[in-house]
C-alpha cells in the first residue's frame, strides 16, 4: 500500500527526540478533539513545563480525476472559514476502519461517484508542532456515477468540476482556502507524480 520514500543523505548533525515526563488530559469532547499538556525534557536538559498538544481524528482525503482530466470539487460552507469555499471529498476515519475505506465511504457518499482506480499519495501530519490530526491522501481515477449524494444539512454542498489549468488560480484568488486540499491538489497536478509513484501498487 505504502510507495517507498526516495532516502536523503544524512547530515552530520545528530538530532535526538524530545523526551515526555508526564502528561496531563486538559479537555476533551470526544471524538472530535482533546487537548492535552506534556511536561518535556529537550536534548539540552531544559525541561518545558507546559507543551500544548490538539489530539483531533485522522481523516481521509480524495483528489478524484474523470477520464477527461476534470477534478471533482464540492463547494460547501465551511464554519471555522465563516464562508463557503472549494473542497475536495473529506472524512474522518472511522472506528474499525482503515484510511482506504474512509476515502472510498466518504466520496460515494459525498459525492455519489465511485472510483475504479486509487492510488495511495501519502499520510501528513496536520501540524508538526500541535498534531491537530493526521491527513491520508488519496488519488481516485476512473470515476463512474453511481448513486445520489447522502443529503446532510451540516454538510450540504454543490458538486462540480474543473479543468486542471484552472486550480491554481482558485487557490490563488481564495476560492480554495484549505490548507489540506491545497496541499493535495499540489501534489496530484505535480508532472513528476506518475514517475514518483512507480512503485506504489494501486489500492
Known amino acids: ?7 536523503h543523505k544524512k547530515s552530520g548533525k ?13 479537555f476533551a469532547a ?20 507546559d507543551y500544548y498538544r490538539v489530539e483531533l481524528p485522522e481523516y481521509a482525503m480524495v483528489f478524484a480525476q474523470t477520464d477527461d482530466g476534470k477534478v471533482l470539487f464540492e463547494r460547501q460552507y465551511k464554519h471555522a472559514l465563516g464562508r463557503i469555499t ?7 476515519v472511522e472506528k474499525g476502519e482503515s484510511p482506504i475505506e474512509t476515502a ?42 453511481v448513486a ?19 486550480i491554481m488560480k482558485a487557490i490563488l484568488n481564495g476560492e480554495i482556502s484549505l490548507l489540506a486540499t491545497a496541499a493535495l491538489l499540489a501534489i496530484s497536478t505535480n508532472p513528476n507524480l506518475d514517475e514518483l509513484l512507480t512503485n506504489s501498487p494501486a489500492v
Open 1 to 7: 500500500m505504502y510507495h517507498k520514500r526516495p532516502k
Open 14 to 26: 545528530v538530532l535526538k527526540k524530545w523526551e515526555v515526563l508526564s502528561t496531563e488530559e486538559l
Open 30 to 49: 470526544p471524538p472530535w478533539v482533546r487537548v492535552f499538556t506534556d511536561r518535556i525534557r529537550l536534548p539540552s536538559g531544559r525541561i518545558v513545563p
Open 86 to 92: 472549494l473542497a475536495l471529498p473529506t472524512g474522518c
Open 104 to 145: 472510498k465511504r466518504e466520496l460515494l457518499e459525498e459525492t455519489g461517484y465511485k472510483a475504479n482506480k486509487w492510488r495511495f499519495v501519502g499520510s501528513f501530519l496536520v501540524d508538526g508542532n500541535k498534531g491537530c490530526g493526521k491527513a491520508h491522501f488519496y488519488i481516485a481515477e476512473k470515476l463512474e456515477k
Open 148 to 166: 445520489d449524494p447522502v443529503n446532510d444539512d451540516a454538510e450540504e454542498s454543490e458538486i462540480l468540476f474543473m479543468p486542471i489549468n484552472s
